[in-house]
């Protein structure tokens, strides 16, 4: 039977496998793959906060949105800086609204308004800090010697 066959590695056209001796499965529980663990992931501080949605500055936590942007002078409560704001959806907005806000970006007085929260990688948080053992060259034949080094056998 095995001429007969158009290909010849295993698994192809296998209704013989009843003759094969099985391996032996191994009983009990299986060990795990890795016996030091998973890696954990590097965590990175995050900061919840609002931008302005015209200069992209970061609002102080308790702004008033009433009023307009410190740096841009950008209208705080308008659609744009909504969290309902939407392009896409009838009206521009998610919630059901009954009319139809024209000017997206100037100040209006919506019932349904609620800030935009961004949650962003913390700018302000120290990386750790690298050391390196190499003194600086101070001239250019210590750089030239130091680059020469790097290459002898």
């Known amino acids: 039977m095995d001429e007969d066959r158009k290909y010849r590695h295993n698994g192809y056209q296998d209704s013989d496998r009843s003759q094969r001796p099985d391996r032996p499965r191994p ?74 806000i024209a000017v997206k970006d100037a100040l209006n007085e919506c019932e349904l308004f609620s800030p935009r929260v961004t949650v962003a990688r913390d700018a302000n948080a120290a990386p750790p800090p690298i050391s390196v053992n190499v003194a600086a060259p101070r001239t250019a034949s210590d750089a030239r010697s130091a680059f020469e080094s790097l290459f002898k056998k």
């Open 27 to 100: 009983t009990g529980p299986r060990p795990p793959l890795d016996i030091t663990g998973p890696r954990l992931p590097r965590l990175v501080q995050s900061v919840t906060a609002s931008r302005c949605y015209a200069c992209g500055s970061t609002l102080a936590h308790g702004t008033d949105f009433k009023t307009e942007c410190p740096k841009c002078h950008a209208a705080l409560h308008c659609c744009k800086q909504c969290s309902h704001f939407e392009p896409a959806t009838r009206f521009q907005c998610r919630k059901p609204i009954p009319v139809r």
